[in-house]
């Protein structure tokens, strides 16, 4: 049983680094779609927390992901097979690319594969977002919050302020936990186990 578990962690995220390009944003959906909808591994809860978790966290957010899925279903063994899983695929892509194409960047029509490759990037990233929005819970507190952040960020890319999304996590975060200090109450997020 605890083979089978962790081959399917290894083909599932195998498939999602295949298939998913422009990094461990554009990832989120795919791996909500099969760790979630598909698979039942997780909850939904369980992967808003792990992207919130991943975010913060050094290293690239799908890899965390899939680390964290994995350690949930097979303890170690899953971890790794998942994690290995997610990054087989694009360190085979780039090594290839590295041995035996070294002008391979500097083709025409891979500029224009690229081009549309990250348009499509774009939306894969805005449909986690809008997903994790459209599935939290909603209360004014919030609400407020992803305003604030929206509001922020939108408002330093129009002004060409540099402010890190980072400082913003942070100011959400303190804001959360002033709030929940001042009332007396948790916030209604549980931390499983």
Known sequence: MKKNIIAELLLNFMKIGL???GGGYAMISMIENICVEKKGWITHDDMMNITVISE???GPIAINCAT?????????AGAIAATFGIVRPSFIIIYAIAVFAGNFWQL????NILGGIKIAVGFLIADAGLTMIKKMKKNKKSVGIMAFSFLTIAAAKLLSVNISVITVMCLCAAFSLFTCIISGKNS???VKK
């Not at 025409?108 to 500029?111: A, E, I, K």
Request: glycine share 14%.
């Open 68 to 76: 964290f899925v994995g350690s949930r279903q097979a303890g170690m």
């Open 108 to 111: 025409p029509f891979l500029s």
């Open 56 to 58: 913060s966290t050094p």
């Open 188 to 190: 209604g997020t549980e």
């Open 19 to 21: 298939f998913t390009f």
